[in-house]
């Protein structure tokens, strides 16, 4: 079985990640149930803006969408600003709008494949960023489990970043670790009984 991260921080590589920082206990918790993780962070590729999976010359979104296709598994890992996902994010979702349409032996593509979302930041939003991304994800066909979700977040106010300081960390990798062991057990559950084709 296999899962996909993918980054959406503004950070290109190789700086450091907040959000890859938390996104990495769940990758953890999904290796520890025997899932193969590979790791993609967006902003390091060219992905056009646009509806379709593949908008052209330069556009690097198509081997995005390869990779979504080979796992069953989807991590969406987010900083909030302004209380809302990044604009990476947003560009993800843009361009995973065109999942609705493609299809597999009569299904909708990102049935039964399963995700779930990390978001981070040290200002408040995440159940906002959560839930928009879960409901955009939902629509494309995904199944998002109970509790397929962690955050840390630093509160009202500025101040330090989740590299910065531990705080709140324990409560944000217990969670993370119940979101791996949530996504992989729903995702063996998709596989041995598959939703059945519409009509």
């Known amino acids: 079985m296999r899962a996909l991260v993918l980054n959406c921080t503004l950070k290109a590589s190789p700086e450091r990640s907040n959000t890859e920082q938390l996104a990495g206990i769940v ?5 520890r ?4 993780v590979e790791w993609l962070r967006l902003v390091d590729l060219a992905i056009s803006p646009g509806v379709t999976s593949d908008e052209g010359s330069g556009d690097e979104w198509p081997s995005v969408h390869e990779k979504l296709l080979r796992s069953e598994i989807l991590v969406v890992a987010t900083p909030t600003w302004l209380g809302r996902p990044s604009s990476v ?5 843009e361009r995973m709008d065109a999942m609705i349409s493609e299809t597999d032996d009569g299904r909708p593509v990102a049935y039964n494949r399963v995700a779930g979302v990390v978001v981070t930041g040290n200002e408040d939003g995440a159940h906002h960023v959560i839930s928009e991304i879960g ?3 939902g629509d494309i066909g995904y199944t998002i489990p109970g509790q ?4 840390w977040n630093r ?3 500025p101040g330090p970043s989740y590299s910065e300081t531990a705080e709140g960390h324990d409560w944000s990798a217990r969670t993370g670790l119940a979101m791996a062991a949530n996504l992989a057990a729903v995702a063996r559950a998709l596989e041995a009984h598959p939703i059945p084709k519409n009509g």
């Open 89 to 93: 994010a947003q560009r993800m979702l």
């Open 155 to 157: 509160g009202p106010g």
């Open 148 to 151: 397929a979700w962690t955050y």
């Open 33 to 36: 149930e025997k899932v193969e």
């Open 27 to 31: 990758a953890d918790g999904l290796q």
């Open 135 to 137: 409901g955009a994800l």
